[in-house]
């Protein structure tokens, strides 16, 4: 059978005493702190109008809207009945079941409180945190490829994997696609975008590219990864991941025509 052996990489990290602390744990502590000093840097650079004690704060809210908005939404998405039979299980993030479409609604209603709480542009906060929610979402995927998670539908290509829980069957290594694609490729992408004035000027732009962005990324994306097996496929192959998308994508199209495309016709007129 052809296919690259899964790596021998235990899930757990390292262990102090009785405490085990694995990869995807770690994943979401390294993101959150990188942001935290990037964005830190990034408000000193530009004079954004942003005390260091509003950033601690901006920071431990979206950590918040990150865990409960994730977890709330995989179980509201992908839990199926399984969590409302025992509802103590919603409690157990220890065991996994995060929603990456679940954090963006939590980080979002978190952001929007925080922006009230301060008298700071809703979306000013947005395309902050977006620039660097990509490293979070790199070191994730990476995280569930450690976890023999998230794992690609069947294929013959040169570097399909067999993963022992997809039943050592050769499969496409989607979690490091979504890593490339979500994670590396838009962190070059929207860092690039706010190097020019003209979208660091114009409030929402880089919030819009995000979701645009993310929205395509991981709709291209699901063709390669198999789908939840509690869910399987919607009508015509679509897959959850995908539905969630949309309205990201459309909500990301609108942004950037009114922030863009309407002021520039109005303009030519």
């Known amino acids: 059978m052809n296919g690259l052996d899964f790596p021998d990489i235990s899930p757990v990290m390292f262990t102090l ?20 000093i990037m964005l830190k840097r990034n408000v000193q650079k530009n004079n954004l109008a942003l005390s260091e004690a509003n950033i601690e704060d901006l920071v431990f809210y979206v950590t918040l809207g990150i865990i409960l908005g994730g977890r709330l939404g995989y ?11 025992n509802p103590l299980q919603i409690l157990a993030i220890w065991k996994g079941g995060m929603s990456f479409h679940g954090g963006i609604i ?6 929007w409180y925080f922006a009230r709480k301060i008298h700071y542009p809703f979306l000013g906060l947005t395309d902050l945190v977006v620039l660097y929610a990509p490293i979070g979402i790199f070191l994730g995927r990476l ?11 069947p294929s013959d290509v040169p570097w399909a994997v067999k993963f022992p829980s997809g039943g050592y069957i050769p499969r496409h290594p989607s979690q490091i696609y979504e890593a490339l694609s979500e994670g590396l490729l838009m962190f ?14 114009r409030v929402g732009v880089t919030s819009a590219v995000f979701a645009i962005l993310y929205a395509t990324f991981r709709m291209s994306m699901e063709q390669f990864r198999q789908p939840d097996a509690q869910l399987g496929f ?9 539905m969630l998308s949309c309205p990201l994508l459309i909500a990301g199209i609108c942004v950037l025509w009114v922030k863009v495309f309407k002021p520039l016709m109005l303009r030519s007129e």
């Open 17 to 36: 005493g009785p405490i085990a602390v694995r990869w995807y744990s770690m994943a979401y502590l390294l993101g959150i702190v990188f942001g935290w």
């Open 75 to 85: 179980v509201l998405f992908y839990g199926q009945d399984v969590y409302w039979k």
């Open 106 to 111: 939590g980080v979002i209603l978190a952001i």
């Open 143 to 153: 995280a569930n490829f450690v976890n023999d998670e998230l794992w690609g539908r």
């Open 188 to 201: 070059v992408i929207l860092n690039l975008f706010w190097r020019y004035k003209y979208v660091r000027e």
């Open 234 to 242: 919607f009508f015509g192959g679509v897959t959850m991941g995908q």
